[in-house]
């Protein structure tokens, strides 16, 4: 109840610090023992008048090198702490990083990334307390007691056997605390999680809220949660004081029982000066250790809750990589069958979607908004996994298929894909480390951005996390740079040159079409106009397939996409007007 296996077997190598701490600390308490027995007998000595010189200088070079003693004794628990607290966030932040990158492209539709972040740091950080300090003195709590125990029972057997009857009390009074607390402590971390999830979005959207003048709502409904966290912390605070009172009342009054006991035997003849004085030292000594567990407890508790949290994170399936296939060959048909697809159970977004997207082939995918083109392209890239269906890559199940070699084969670009702080060349090597210079810099000038970044620091040219000292069109440019240095077969460009200037768009078009001509090229575009040359358009509608053919003959049709095209060519041809 008070050690969670699971928790200790995760780290199996700090057993062993575990172990040398509790021996060290048995060794100061075993050193501390001998003092204070020599402390008894001195006032005895001193008590009755029989001290002499040597007494005084053995008793000090007793103190001297008990002290000694336990100056190093500690030293070396205090480091066997640190080594199993560096064990310990050594060992799970490696597992929970290697859970992340096993569970691959989808772990967000398990679990926030603010929720990640916060067990990984703070969560690990908590259990510091129950590795390094509580599950050390859990042993020590329950040797100490047994060893005062024995020792004292050849001084008064009555007094003995009341201090450690009364010992155990106090696991008791931490065992009636811990329901309620466990409780308590799963909804802090539940508040204290959604606060943070709070938080990062306010903080990562605060431009849009400042320019919405939005940002005093969100701030009062952050207070709100706040409130409401303070108010659980409170109560965690109350609940460990509480606990810790009643601990002291437990702890002192047993020792208080026990140096009456000892008065009584000694008044009653049944102890010597000395055994009653060295009763009334040691007593407080029975109950220290279990205190001691008790304040541990509460923020090991912590840490256990938070466990909680880290198990879920660490027990979400996994597909285990070594059983998947790689994708047969190069040339591989990707075919879509019957393919349906649901964020959230009772609403479907893709209905029966069957398409064929055929090696060397230039396949567009359009719609209008909000017609699942996007959903599309996150099941064809994997990371929107709960679909159903068959996906198939050259005649193998998607869902066999090993991450890595689909992330081989399909390069994905969205209209946001992330670029690294750091410099150009660093973004660059991500798709293709082995890249010789004259590789990089042939595809910066084939997507135009060769000139601009010579007149700057060229490949070393410094970028800000998510490039945002570059422009929408330069990071487009340079997200497809990348892209095609990674040279992978398929390509799936999900509204790549959305939101960026005509010129800028007209040049990534210009390379995607000629990509086409050698890979397999998705093109997600809303702009018909981008994708005419298209050998196959997928006209999705309401998350169905509408319909399906070149652009000639879907005009011929003047079905859906006509009448799209009709309207875009319309609207492009007043703009135009517009401008001239
Ligand atoms: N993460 C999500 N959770 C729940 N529903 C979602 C999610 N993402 C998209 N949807 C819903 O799925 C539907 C299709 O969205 P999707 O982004 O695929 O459309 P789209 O055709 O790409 O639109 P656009 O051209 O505007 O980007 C929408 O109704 C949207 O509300």
Redesign the pocket.
């Known amino acids: 109840m008070m050690i969670d296996k699971r928790l200790v077997g995760m780290v199996p190598d700090s057993k062993k610090y575990i172990a040398g701490n509790v021996v060290l600390m048995w060794c100061s308490l075993v050193a501390n023992i001998v003092m204070m027995s020599g402390i008894a007998l001195l006032l005895q000595k001193l008590f009755f008048k029989t001290a002499d010189s040597r007494d005084i200088v053995l008793f000090a070079g007793l103190v001297a090198a008990v002290n000694v003693a336990r100056y190093f004794l500690t030293t070396g628990a205090s480091r066997m702490s640190y080594l199993s607290v560096r064990a310990v966030k050594k060992t799970l932040r490696e597992q929970i990083y290697q859970k992340l990158l096993k569970l691959g492209m989808s772990y967000r539709e398990e679990l926030k990334t603010s929720e990640i972040v916060q067990v990984a740091v703070e969560g690990v950080e908590q259990l510091e307390t129950y590795f390094g300090a509580y599950l050390p003195q859990f042993f020590y709590a329950m040797a100490a007691p047994l060893t005062l125990f024995i020792v004292l029972l050849s001084v008064s057997v009555p007094a003995a056997v009341l201090l450690f009857v009364c010992v155990p009390l106090i696991p008791v009074a931490i065992a009636l605390v811990q329901t309620w607390a466990k409780k308590l402590l799963s909804r802090y971390w539940d508040q204290y999680t959604a606060l943070g999830d709070t938080f990062l979005e306010n903080l990562q959207g605060l431009t849009t809220l400042k320019v919405y003048q939005t940002d005093g709502i969100r701030h009062a409904k952050m207070n709100e949660e706040s409130e409401k966290f303070r108010k659980i912390t409170m109560k965690v605070l109350t609940m460990q004081l509480n606990s810790i009172t009643i601990m002291d009342i437990v702890a002192y009054g047993g020792a208080a029982l026990g140096i009456v006991v000892a008065l009584l035997q000694y008044r009653g003849g049944h102890t010597g000066f000395g055994g009653c004085l060295l009763i009334i030292l040691l007593s407080a000594d029975f109950f220290l250790p279990m205190r001691q567990l008790g304040s541990f407890f509460h923020i090991a508790m912590n840490g256990m809750a938070a466990s909680g949290k880290m198990f879920r994170l660490l027990e979400l399936k996994e597909e285990p990589q070594e059983k998947k296939q790689e994708i047969p060959d190069t040339e591989a048909l990707i075919r879509l069958d019957e393919v349906c697809f649901s964020?959230?159970p009772g609403r479907e977004?893709l209905h029966d979607i069957s398409m064929e997207l055929k090696p060397g082939s230039f396949t567009a995918i359009v719609?209008e908004?909000?017609?699942?083109?996007?959903?599309?392209a996150s099941v064809l890239t994997g990371q929107n996994k709960r679909r159903k269906g068959t996906l198939t890559i050259g005649g193998v199940d998607f869902d066999d298929i090993s991450e890595e070699s689909r992330m081989r084969h399909i390069t994905y670009v969205s209209h946001n894909s992330y670029l690294f702080g750091g410099t150009v060349r660093d973004n660059l090597l991500m798709a293709k480390p082995d890249a010789s210079e004259e590789e990089l810099w042939r595809v910066l000038e084939q997507t135009k951005l060769s000139d601009f970044l010579k007149s700057e620091q060229g490949l070393d040219t410094v970028l800000t996390a998510q490039a945002s000292n570059l422009s929408g069109g330069q990071r487009q440019r340079l997200a497809l740079a990348r892209a095609l240095l990674h040279d992978s077969p398929v390509y799936l460009f999900d509204?790549a040159t959305s939101n960026i200037d005509v010129e800028s768009e007209n040049d990534i078009m210009e390379q995607i079409i000629a990509l086409a001509q050698k890979k397999t090229v998705i093109v997600?575009s809303?702009r018909l106009a981008n994708t005419v040359t298209a050998d196959r358009i997928y006209v999705?509608a309401d998350?169905k397939l509408a319909e399906r053919g070149t652009h000639e003959k879907l005009l011929e049709k003047r079905g859906v996409y006509a009448s799209l095209w009709n309207t875009q060519q319309a609207l492009e041809h007043i703009e135009k007007e517009e401008t001239a």
């Open positions: 964020y959230e977004i719609g908004s909000g017609s699942g083109k996007s959903t599309l509204e997600i809303h999705l998350g």
